[in-house]
């Protein structure tokens, strides 16, 4: 029955009635908190700001532990671990160095928290030279990045990863067969029990550039539009999150997510997997400089973000507001 009949401001009229008929809760529990993991000897520089990500630092380890005890103390699920090496090669090989920047952090978190879940993500663009999320093949016309190389060493990466205690590997490098290589590998190193979170559908993006400042990895030369996905394809996305199924993924991701809920309800559909949205640095960026500039409230306009990716179907998000939105929802209960 229609209007005068209907009325849908009845259900609109006190908070208590708003919150008896809310669809969607957003939690801590459903955030993740990314840090950016500096060389260990950062020395007394324990923490580096970010120019293009106000706000977030660079973390020796000794500060990522700090970080961790807030992140836990606030509920919020997991951290994500980036390196930022100084020390960069042809081959990223510092990626799966078991003394490198993110098999330590690993090891000191799992030790001070065991019970807070670690995530590291899975590339080598934070750790070659070049920049690229893989190794270069030169040989013949200009560089392209070699897929099945690449994929080997992320192999490598993603054990090295497992081996430190990490209790999800993240690849986020968009080579083809990865998923099941690192698979492959995991099991056959006796870490069959490891999850794979799998940047599924993850899109050559304009919202990527304060990462690449934070973890310097902006591409030498080129972009990254010969492996990260199309912006205009929605039908291929979903092609890459059931492959991903396939190859044995266990969470599939949707990369950017402000652009792209069709996409986080279209996989949900389509693989029934738990889905991740990554809330990026230019989308963190964004906010922290309309909200600076007094254009936005900041706190309801990242509350409405996060809870607009739990409706649009994704059950982790991972997101550098994550601190801040943990802190504000205590205050809401
Ligand atoms: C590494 C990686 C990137 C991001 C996550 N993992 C950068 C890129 O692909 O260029 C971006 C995260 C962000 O912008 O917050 N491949």
Redesign the pocket.
Known sequence: MAFPQTRMRRLRATASLRGLVRETELRAGHLVL?LFIADAHVGDHERQSIATLPDLERLSISAALEEAHEVAALGIAAVML?GAPTAKDAEGSGAWDEEGVVQTAVRALKRALPELLVIT?V?L??YTDHGH?GVLDTQSGPPRVDNDASVELLARVAVSHARAGADLVAP???MDGRVGAIRAELDGEGFAETPILA?SA?FA?A??????DA?G?TPAFGD?RGY?MDAANGREAVREALLDVQEGADIVMV??ALAYGDLIRAVKRATRLPVAA?N?????AMVKAAAAAGYIDERAAVLEILTSLRRAGAEVIIS?HSKDAARWLAEQT
């Open positions: 990314p980036f993500d590339c663009c934070e999320c986020s490098d968009m940047y993850k993006s919202f990527y550039g304060p990462f690449r973890a990895s990254r990260q990369k950017p990554y990026v640095s230019g989308e963190y550098y």
